[in-house]
């Protein structure tokens, strides 16, 4: 946490090696939670790449109040709910559907995980996105309930419901083994 408010200070002042070592910190962990909100790895780049376009024009108004995960974290949830509204508004857009590889897995390890991502992100998919947000968010976001709500401008109890809500439905997704 002192290592991210210190990369913040230096990139605030100009520090273009700071804003690397921010991006390259977390990327894969911003990836990950925005296609599991999206369901598309496309989008997800989008977003991310969107927000850290917005993190550079916007960085003499950033004020770091708690870690820097949780906040980029709740700017990726953010720009993903974004982007799920105007896809509803424009249903004719294309939805490719891509995994994320890794390149620091051989081959079999590789394998694995590639089906483990792509079983969960079709169970996720299942979940109504205000489920999906909380479970993500809480999970892979590290982010607390409290954090949550205040994201979304709600309870609590409303937030570990949907959490709660939400495992159950996944739970019964992999049960049944997700067959779309």
Same mark, same amino acid.
């Given at each position: =946490?002192?290592? /991210? $408010?210190?990369?913040?200070?230096?990139?605030? $002042? #100009? %520090?273009?090696?700071?804003?690397?070592?921010?991006?390259?910190?977390?990327?894969?962990?911003?990836?990950?939670?925005?296609?599991?909100?999206?369901?598309?790895?496309?989008?997800?780049?989008?977003?991310?790449?969107?927000?850290?376009?917005?993190?550079?024009?916007?960085?003499?108004?950033?004020?770091?109040? #708690?870690? +820097?995960?949780?906040?980029?974290?709740?700017?990726?949830?953010?720009?993903? &709910?974004? &982007?799920?509204?105007?896809?509803?508004?424009?249903?004719?857009?294309?939805?490719?559907?891509?995994?994320?590889?890794?390149?620091? +897995?051989?081959? /079999?390890?590789?394998?694995?995980?590639?089906?483990?991502?792509?079983? =969960?992100?079709?169970?996720?998919?299942?979940?109504?996105?205000?489920? $999906?947000?909380?479970?993500?968010?809480?999970?892979?976001?590290?982010?607390?309930?409290?954090?949550?709500?205040?994201?979304?401008?709600? %309870?609590?109890?409303?937030?570990? %419901?949907?959490? $709660?809500? #939400?495992?159950?439905? +996944?739970? %019964?997704?992999?049960?049944?083994?997700?067959?779309?």
């Amino acid at each position: =946490m002192l290592e /991210d $408010r210190l990369l913040v200070w230096k990139f605030k $002042r #100009g %520090s273009t090696e700071s804003l690397e070592k921010i991006y390259a910190k977390y990327e894969t962990y911003l990836i990950t939670v925005a296609t599991a909100l999206l369901n598309n790895t496309h989008a997800a780049e989008d977003v991310l790449h969107d927000l850290f376009v917005s993190f550079v024009e916007s960085a003499e108004r950033i004020r770091l109040n #708690g870690n +820097l995960k949780a906040y980029l974290a709740t700017c990726v949830a953010n720009r993903a &709910r974004n &982007r799920i509204k105007r896809r509803q508004l424009e249903p004719t857009a294309l939805d490719d559907n891509h995994e994320i590889e890794s390149v620091a +897995l051989g081959p /079999d390890l590789l394998a694995i995980q590639k089906e483990e991502t792509t079983i =969960m992100n079709r169970a996720l998919s299942h979940l109504p996105y205000e489920q $999906r947000e909380v479970v993500v968010l809480h999970l892979q976001g590290d982010l607390k309930f409290t954090q949550i709500a205040e994201l979304r401008s709600t %309870s609590v109890n409303t937030i570990r %419901s949907r959490y $709660r809500y #939400g495992l159950e439905k +996944l739970r %019964s997704v992999l049960n049944g083994q997700v067959t779309e």
